[in-house]
């Protein structure tokens, strides 16, 4: 049995490659129109969003910002992956938003205006389990202590997955640390 996912790009059944006559999703060109991502697109388009997906790749392999905004950065081949991803998205969009100029027909609409629905009565609830923060409060100072841990062990280490790795380990200690600011707020509010 052959898994379609294992197949080259040429055999896969959603990559037909005869697409002679049609124009570009993107910029309506004729020439050098292939399958991407179940779309017609021509080479120029198709190459720029290779180059985006790659960087997006390598952003999502070491957990750094997502794209957009801001290139810099202290490492290279980040700054090379952010750079080329700016200049291949504003090709992409200086393309689409020339054909996104043309003229639509707007749609008729059919459906009626939402009813308004009641609004539903929230529930207070007087009492807190004291017992139960007091077992996510131990469990979430245990957490705290090995991320802390984690921390000192990645101290010294320099490089981009460690680096990555400790802003991860950062905003992991800032969610715990809330979280235990709230449940102390919920244990006062108790008494």
């Given at each position: 049995m052959i898994d379609v996912a294992t197949l080259p790009y040429s055999a896969h059944p959603d990559n037909d490659l005869s697409r002679a006559g049609e124009a570009c999703s993107w910029c309506?060109?004729?020439?050098?129109?292939?399958?991407?991502?179940?779309?017609?697109?021509?080479?120029?388009?198709?190459?720029?969003?290779?180059?985006?997906?790659?960087?997006?790749?390598?952003?999502?392999?070491?957990?750094?910002?997502?794209?957009?905004?801001?290139?810099?950065?202290?490492?290279?081949?980040?700054?090379?992956?952010?750079?080329?991803?700016?200049?291949?998205?504003?090709?992409?969009?200086?393309t689409r938003s020339a054909k996104a100029a043309k003229p639509r027909k707007p749609r008729a609409t059919t459906q009626r205006p939402a009813t308004q629905r009641a609004t539903s009565r929230v529930s207070k609830t007087d009492t807190v389990d004291v017992a139960a923060l007091g077992i996510r409060v131990t469990a979430l100072l245990e957490q705290l202590a090995t991320i802390d841990a984690e921390i000192t062990d990645l101290d010294g280490s320099?490089?981009?997955?460690?680096?990555?790795?400790?802003?991860?380990?950062e905003r992991?200690?800032?969610?715990?640390?809330?979280?235990?600011?709230?449940?102390?707020?919920?244990r006062r509010n108790a008494r």
């Open positions: 309506d060109r004729t020439d050098d129109v292939e399958t991407y991502r179940n779309e017609p697109r021509c080479g120029t388009c198709r190459e720029h969003e290779t180059v985006i997906d790659a960087a997006r790749r390598f952003i999502g392999m070491y957990g750094l910002r997502p794209l957009g905004g801001s290139v810099t950065s202290e490492d290279e081949d980040e700054l090379r992956h952010r750079t080329d991803a700016r200049a291949a998205r504003a090709a992409l969009d200086s320099t490089g981009l997955p460690a680096r990555a790795r400790m802003s991860d380990l992991q200690r800032t969610t715990v640390m809330t979280t235990l600011a709230a449940l102390e707020k919920a």
